[in-house]
């Protein structure tokens, strides 16, 4: 069964840096696109990266770019965001998710979804 698991969050002070991980298992990370989601309260759900490994894809959102990295290491089978220069704006449940295209596709059409770790950014 396609499944992740999000685990990594936690309480920063603004300005800090955070590593989130997406544990991936039921499939590897050369089969589908991993993305990673966030969410605040009232607020959607934005895409904040995304990476295809099989295609030489990766994404990053222009609210974190320059801050944030996606990265993958096959061996492990998992998928991290490497968060720097973190700001009160980026407070959110982050989610990590698949999708079987190449990226491009918004949350609506990512799936088996993980349960997501709190990023808190103090001000």
């Known amino acids: 069964q396609v499944q992740v698991m999000e685990s990594g969050g936690g309480l920063v002070q603004i300005g800090g840096s955070l590593r989130l991980s997406c544990a991936a298992s039921?499939?590897?990370?050369?089969?589908?696109?991993v993305g990673w989601f966030r969410q605040a309260p009232g607020k959607e759900r934005e895409k904040v990266s995304c990476?295809?490994?099989?295609?030489?894809?990766?994404y990053i959102a222009y609210s974190v770019k320059d801050r944030f990295t996606i990265s993958a290491d096959n061996a492990k089978n998992t998928v991290y965001l490497q968060m720097n220069s973190l700001k009160p704006e980026d407070t959110a449940i982050y989610y990590c998710a698949v999708d079987e295209g190449d990226c491009s596709a918004g949350y609506k059409l990512f799936g088996s979804w993980g349960q997501g770790t709190q990023v808190t950014v103090t001000s």
């Open positions: 039921g499939f590897t990370l050369e089969e589908y696109a």
């Open positions: 990476i295809r490994l099989s295609a030489n894809i990766t």
